[in-house]
T-cell receptor, first 113, second 114 residues
Framework: GQQLNQSPQSMFIQEGEDVSMNCTSS?????WLWYKQDPGEGPVLLIA?????ELTSNGRLTAQFGITRKDSFLNISASIPSDVGIYFC?????????????FGKGTKLSVKP | DTGVSQNPRHKITKRGQNVTFRCDPI?????LYWYRQTLGQGPEFLTY????????KSRLLSDRFSAERPKGSFSTLEIQRTEQGDSAMYLC????????????FGPGTRLTVL
C-alpha cells in the first residue's frame, strides 16, 4: 500500500541533543499526525497538524505542516533516554478516504545516556 | 483504563487455523479502524466502521478476512485459513464521529502463524 517517505530511518544520538526528522509525499495531505511507538505497543499520538504552515508544540516536541502540504517535520529538543522508540508520521490524503491514515515507515531513535 | 483495548495481546496459531481478535474502542467513539503492521513498516489500513456500518475495506483485506461491529461498540476481526504471511501486529484505533484525523490506537494483537 501507499506509504509516506520518512527519514532518516534511524538515528543514534547523545542525550541532550536535538533531533529532527521529516516526512514527504508526492500527494497533498489535509492532516499530518506524529505518533511514537514503543516495542510491542500501539502508536501513541504526539501531535496533530491541520493547516499548511502550522507549527505546533507539545513539550519538547515541535512539528510543522509544510507549506506545500506535501511534507511535515518533527523536532525533539534536549533528548532524554525515554525518547527512545519509533516515530511515525501519518496523514490523511486530500481527496482520499475518510479515516484511512497513511503511515511512513518510521524513524527509530536511540539515545545514548 | 479508558483507552482502546485489544484481546488477545498475543496469538500463536498453526497455518490453516482460524483466529479471531477483539477490539473495544474508547467509549462513545463512533468510528473504529483496523490496521495491520509488519516488522519494519508503518501500520497499513484494513477497514473502518462508523457505528455498526463497515464503510471501507482496503485491498489488503482478502476474502479470508472479515470484520464485524454488530452493536456499534466492540469489533472483531477474523482471519480464516491463516497463512504465514498473515503474521503481523493487528492494531485497532478509534475516534469520535466527525474527527477522522486523530485516531487513538490500542496495544495491538501480535499474530504468529507457524
Amino acid at each position: 500500500g501507499q506509504q509516506l517517505n520518512q527519514s532518516p530511518q534511524s538515528m543514534f544520538i547523545q542525550e541532550g541533543e536535538d533531533v529532527s526528522m521529516n516526512c514527504t509525499s508526492s500527494s497533498i495531505f489535509n492532516t499530518w499526525l506524529w505518533y511514537k511507538q514503543d516495542p510491542g505497543e500501539g502508536p501513541v499520538l504526539l501531535i496533530a497538524l491541520y493547516k499548511a504552515g502550522e507549527l505546533t508544540s507539545n513539550g519538547r516536541l515541535t512539528a510543522q505542516f509544510g507549506i506545500t502540504r506535501k511534507d511535515s517535520f518533527l523536532n525533539i529538543s534536549a533528548s532524554i533516554p525515554s525518547d527512545v522508540g519509533i516515530y511515525f508520521c501519518a496523514g490523511l490524503r486530500d481527496g482520499g478516504s475518510q479515516g484511512n491514515l497513511i503511515f511512513g515507515k518510521g524513524t527509530k531513535l536511540s539515545v545514548k545516556p | 483504563d479508558t483507552g482502546v483495548s485489544q484481546n488477545p495481546r498475543h496469538k500463536i496459531t498453526k497455518r490453516g487455523q482460524n483466529v479471531t481478535f477483539r477490539c473495544d474502542p474508547i467509549s462513545e467513539h463512533n468510528r473504529l479502524y483496523w490496521y495491520r503492521q509488519t516488522l519494519g513498516q508503518g501500520p497499513e489500513f484494513l477497514t473502518y466502521f462508523q457505528n455498526e456500518a463497515q464503510l471501507e475495506k482496503s485491498r489488503l483485506l482478502s476474502d479470508r478476512f472479515s470484520a464485524e461491529r454488530p452493536k456499534g461498540s466492540f469489533s472483531t476481526l477474523e482471519i480464516q485459513r491463516t497463512e504465514q504471511g498473515d503474521s503481523a501486529m493487528y492494531l485497532c484505533a478509534s475516534n469520535p464521529s466527525g474527527r477522522n484525523d486523530e485516531q487513538f490506537f490500542g496495544p495491538g494483537t501480535r499474530l504468529t502463524v507457524l
